[in-house]
């Protein structure tokens, strides 16, 4: 069966360090891969997706990157934290549309 | 772009049926799926529509009209462990098929 891991569960970063959140995916291949955050209380925003190894799209302009070294590898980086980074991130795979997104247990990330 | 609209609260008595609604906006339209998640936890799927009708997986339906971009989650015999949150989110072509989140609607259960 297919799992997905993500760590660290908790985060406290001081503004201006740098980030490095990991997440894997095992039992399937060539996933797709998603990072999303969260803010307190709203919905989901989408801030990577990527369809394989070296493939990366943004979907917002902001302090974060993603890479995908390996095919069940997905990381989240950013040189220089802000504030405004803080929040709960979950890293997600899907098999198909119809079959939805797996998410992992998801990072609370506050940068102080 | 896409959007989605659904109420940001609702409360029931275990027991109870509720229905959460959802409107949404999008071109090239494929699918509507629902998620829901516990305080402190990740997102977990409940289901997805994408052609008109009710799926139905136990104590839990969804519903989709396209013609009328609405879609709707029915929680049946709720029970206390059903309070938590929960996403509609729209799949089409203009959102490159990933799906764009709504808001989320918080469920209370009261006993």
């Known amino acids: 069966s297919q799992t997905i891991h993500q760590w660290p569960a908790t985060l406290v970063q001081p503004v201006g360090s740098p980030l490095s959140l990991e997440c894997t995916v095992e039992?399937?291949?060539?996933?797709?891969l998603y990072w999303y955050r969260q803010a307190a209380g709203r919905g989901l925003q989408l801030l990577f997706y990527?369809?394989?190894?070296?493939?990366i799209s943004s979907e917002v302009p902001q302090n974060l990157s993603a890479s995908r070294p390996q095919d069940r590898q997905f990381i989240l980086s950013s040189k220089k934290l802000l504030l405004s980074d803080s929040g709960f991130y979950l890293c997600?795979?899907?098999?198909?549309?119809?079959?939805?997104?797996?998410f992992g247990s998801g990072t609370r990330l506050t940068v102080v | 772009g896409q959007s989605l609209e659904q109420p940001s609260e609702v409360t029931a008595v275990e027991g109870a049926i509720v229905q959460i609604n959802c409107t949404y906006q999008?071109?090239?339209?494929?699918?509507l799926s629902w998620y829901q998640q516990h305080d402190g936890g990740a997102p977990t799927f409940l289901s997805y529509?994408?052609?008109?009708g009710l799926e139905e997986t136990g104590r839990f339906s969804s519903f989709l009209s396209r013609s009328d971009s609405y879609g709707y989650l029915l929680l049946q015999e709720l029970q206390m462990k059903d309070s938590a949150s929960y996403f509609c989110?729209?799949?089409?072509?203009?959102?490159?098929?990933?799906?764009?989140f709504g808001r989320g609607t918080s469920l209370i259960v009261h006993p």
């Open positions: 997600a795979w899907s098999a198909s549309r119809a079959n939805g997104y797996t």
């Open positions: 039992g399937t291949s060539n996933p797709n």
């Open positions: 990527s369809v394989g190894i070296g493939q």
């Open positions: 999008t071109s090239g339209f494929y699918g």
């Open positions: 529509n994408g052609l008109d």
């Open positions: 989110a729209v799949t089409s072509s203009g959102g490159s098929y990933i799906p764009t």
